[in-house]
């Protein structure tokens, strides 16, 4: 599915708005749908113990991350430039906060994560296709820098890669869904009881905790899809279009898919992630389902990988318009405008975490910072309504100031849950965000410092003119 011819216009920061509704929405799709789907649902079925309750999870957290969804559509109709939060955040909070969220995806966040999606797909690949670990690692960093490389030749290219990836594993899980249910392969009696709890799952209130922050984690990375605003056509009313089509669409694929390994496997059969899986496939494809599954996952991975590797350096290309990184990462390649630039920074920084397998424990450090930091975002638009009038072109955030809080009470439980079951994890990471103040300070005085000589070059060219 293509998105609809139109002239080509260039942004504010010199990307090209080449993206429509279509690649916008697959970008939200593709960025949240990776191997969540298939792990989650055993940990939170084996705690909540209750299919109406594991169903009731997914719905509620998926209500409420939409409303966070549509308030950040309305950031990014405000401010439809290239970076996401980082541009909200400067805008409602100033620059400093701003560089804050920017450091934490340059050297936490983004890589991390990048190289975890890596490590999966080549963990799967490896399931498929048994290679040496050095090989199984040179799988991982060969697919990001593909990846790097389609991104630096076009924006365009890239997001029809999304596209086509998305609308792919969108039709495999609607397909495992009609081969379930067609063929009777399951059975409605799992469903029963449906609200009682089974033996052996913990309590309501903790169990309802696990299932929450399970939940709101697969929803991950929705957010990403604000840092390509700069390369979006009329982002004012695309990109809230975009994440209310596409969290709609994944909170039913989560819902549904929950549903259907729940028919395939009893919840008294439900042990651990990977054996669910097992056992969902061993019922729908037989011996080979592992092998099956497997490539749906990998399917999975890519799309995400790509949405994530093509969203995250707009932050770092942005951080470098507003002289607070590098000069260098905010000039775009002068063929392709794209930051070729900032793209190459992440994939660097990326395949190093692979090849070094240090990265699962930067993602737990970097959780509870990402939450707060979404929090904060969200908050803004209370300032921005505040002081900011904005005219027809800017989607307004529906049912505000209701969406809004229910999305900053979502944030609060998940700081409290994260918080309290990692202590450490919590403080490490806002220690590791902490430390990026002495390096703001050193941009800021560099940028103040080219302020202010830029007189004196004047009144000097003007006084040798003169002599």
């Not at 409605?188 to 209130?205: E, K, R, Y």
């Not at 975002?377 to 209701?402: E, K």
């Not at 703001?440 to 002599?467: C, D, M, N, W």
Request: hydrophobic residues 55%.
């Amino acid at each position: 599915m293509a998105d609809p011819t139109t002239t080509d216009t260039v942004s504010g920061a010199g990307l090209r708005r080449e993206l429509g509704l279509a690649s916008t929405t697959a970008a939200v799709i593709g960025g949240i749908i990776a191997v969540g789907i298939f792990l989650t649902p055993a940990g939170m079925a084996k705690a909540l113990g209750s299919p109406f309750w594991l169903l009731l999870v997914w719905l509620a957290v998926g209500a409420m991350t939409l409303s966070g969804g549509l308030c950040y559509g309305e950031l990014a109709g405000r401010f439809p430039s290239a970076g996401g939060g980082y541009i909200y955040l400067r805008e409602c909070f100033g620059p400093r906060l701003a560089f804050l969220f920017g450091w934490m995806c340059l050297l936490v966040m983004d890589p991390a994560v990048t190289a975890s999606l890596a490590t999966g797909l080549a963990g799967y690949f490896n399931y498929i296709v048994p290679l040496h670990p050095l090989f199984s690692k040179l799988v991982g960093v060969g697919v990001i820098w593909g990846l790097c490389l389609l991104n630096i030749l076009s924006i365009r290219g890239m997001a029809g890669f999304i596209r086509w990836s998305t609308w792919l594993k969108l039709g495999l899980l609607g397909f495992l869904t009609i081969w379930a249910f067609a063929f009777r392969l399951g059975s409605w009696s799992n469903f029963v009881p449906i609200v009682a709890q089974h033996p052996g799952s913990l309590p309501l209130a903790p169990a309802l905790g696990v299932g929450v922050v399970g939940a709101f984690f697969s929803f991950g990375g929705w957010w990403d899809v604000g840092k390509i605003a700069g390369e979006v056509r009329d982002p004012g009313r695309t990109l809230p279009r975009a994440l209310l089509l596409g969290m709609l669409a994944v909170t039913a694929v989560y819902i549904i898919v929950s549903a259907v390994f729940l028919y395939l496997v009893p919840l008294d059969k439900v042990t651990s992630d990977q054996t669910f899986v097992a056992q969902a496939g061993a019922v729908l494809f037989g011996p080979t389902g592992g092998v099956v599954f497997a490539g749906i996952v990998i399917i999975c991975l890519v799309g995400s990988l790509a949405a994530l590797i093509m969203s995250a350096p707009r932050v770092y290309y942005a951080m470098a318009n507003d002289e607070l990184f590098f000069p260098a990462v905010a000039r775009t390649h002068p063929r392709f405008g794209t930051p070729a630039n900032a793209i190459v920074i992440q994939g660097s920084i990326a395949s190093l975490l692979v090849l070094v397998g240090s990265f699962e424990q930067i993602i737990s450090y970097a959780l509870f910072i990402v939450v707060l930091f979404l929090g904060i975002t969200v908050s803004g638009l209370f300032i921005l309504r505040s002081r900011q009038q904005v005219g027809d072109s800017v989607a307004l955030t529906p049912g505000y100031p209701v969406t809004p809080l229910a999305f900053l009470v979502l944030v609060a439980l998940m700081l409290f849950l994260v918080g309290a079951h990692s202590p450490r994890g919590a403080m490490m990471g806002v220690l590791v965000v902490s430390a990026g103040l002495p390096v703001y300070e050193i941009f800021r005085r560099r940028k103040t410092h080219a302020i202010t000589q830029q007189p004196i070059v004047g009144e000097t060219l003007a006084l040798s003119e003169e002599a």
